[in-house]
């Protein structure tokens, strides 16, 4: 085959993935417009009741998880320490925060299916 039925096929593709990264752009934004104006003190206080947990933490577009102890959270960002390491995550982008599950002998499990 020649070279110029494969461009427009690479076209097409390069055309997908932006429109699909835009789209998690716009998502974003309108996530935190909504949680400035309603202000995000729920997330906050349930994000209080997990500190000194060792948690996951799921941020809105389900491509990244955090893990680690919370050691405080103020208004807009979570303080996790994984492996000796701090690490700040914005309050705007969680969804999601559990503690980590534990096997029956109370050892982290090793494989976390969500």
């Known amino acids: 085959m020649q070279i110029s039925t494969y461009i427009p ?3 097409l593709f390069i055309i997908i993935y932006i429109s699909y990264r835009s789209r998690k752009v716009i998502v974003a934004k309108k996530i935190i ?9 729920n ?7 997990f500190i000194g947990k060792e ?3 799921y941020s809105f577009d389900s491509s990244r998880q955090f893990v680690g102890v919370i050691k405080e959270v103020s208004d807009s960002a979570i303080l996790v320490e994984n492996k000796g390491q701090i690490e700040a995550i914005n309050l705007d982008f969680v969804i999601r925060i559990r503690e980590y599950p534990k096997n029956k002998k109370g050892k982290n499990k090793s494989v976390v299916l969500d």
């Open 9 to 11: 096929i690479i076209v």
């Open 33 to 41: 417009k909504k949680r400035k104006v309603e202000d995000n003190t």
């Open 43 to 49: 997330m906050k206080e349930l994000a209080k009741g």
């Open 55 to 57: 948690c996951l933490i």
